[in-house]
């Protein structure tokens, strides 16, 4: 456990470099793939959020995306094994001010889990009558920008949301 | 989360509390799937006042049930639909695929 929470650690720094964006660690949590933690996390993401400076219904969707993007992860990726390392790293977006660049919350999921299928990235058609595929749904409409990248054995899911823009 | 059952009548009410997630949502499935197909009453009401989270995967228990419900003619009901859940139901497009009553006492008076 140890050796894998030190390499995606590893790899998520190295994404986070390499997109180039100012931030700020606020959090970072380690878990083991047993959906008896997303309580737990759904607390600690909503005090974050509000921290932050989201409004009430924003934590709400805040929240909801991270549990969700956590619940693909306990049931896609690890298949219902709960035993198996997550990481999460809440950082913080435009820290130093820089003119036009918008702040808000920027968060890293990383698992080590098999590369997911890119074509089932795409959230379910809204209305049908189907059980299961909303997850993604409410993902891409809580957050502002979401992306997936595999590097080495870890995938990276990097979810942005930015905070309201200050009215004149 | 915690879930019950009460008779009422001719009537089934699951009442839930608590966080439906991955965490509790197979229980609440298997609860409502239990009581609509092998119970087989004519109306099974869910409420779902005291719930303070639900996510897809008990928004998915509450199609199940409805869909089981259709297959045999029963009616699935949803009552107490508070901010938490009406929002995620509405985030779903499902608000107006389910029958939703504000009270208890509504849904066990309602007619088809």
Known sequence: MRDHDTKIGVLAGVLARSVGLNRDLLLKIELLSDPKW????????????????????????????????????????YCGRLDQPIELSF?????????????GLEILLCDRGPAVDKSKLHPKTSGELQPGGLGLQFIREAMDSVGYKRVGHTNLLRLVKYLPSEKP | MQISIRRVDNATIVDVSGDIDLASSPEVRKVLLHEVRDNRKPRVVMNLSAVRYIDSSGVASLVEGLKASRDIGSRFILVGLNGPAREVLQLSRLVKVFEIYNTEVEALAARV
Not at chain 1, 49 to 77: I, P, Q, W, Y
Not at chain 1, 91 to 103: D, P, T, V
């Open chain 1, 91 to 103: 950082r913080w977006l435009g820290g130093h001010s820089k003119a036009g660049q918008k702040k």
């Open chain 1, 38 to 77: 997303l309580y737990v996390v759904r607390g600690a993401v909503e005090r974050l959020a509000e921290t932050v400076g989201f409004a009430a219904a924003e934590c709400r969707s805040v929240v909801r995306a991270v549990d969700e993007a956590l619940t693909n992860v306990m049931r896609h990726c």
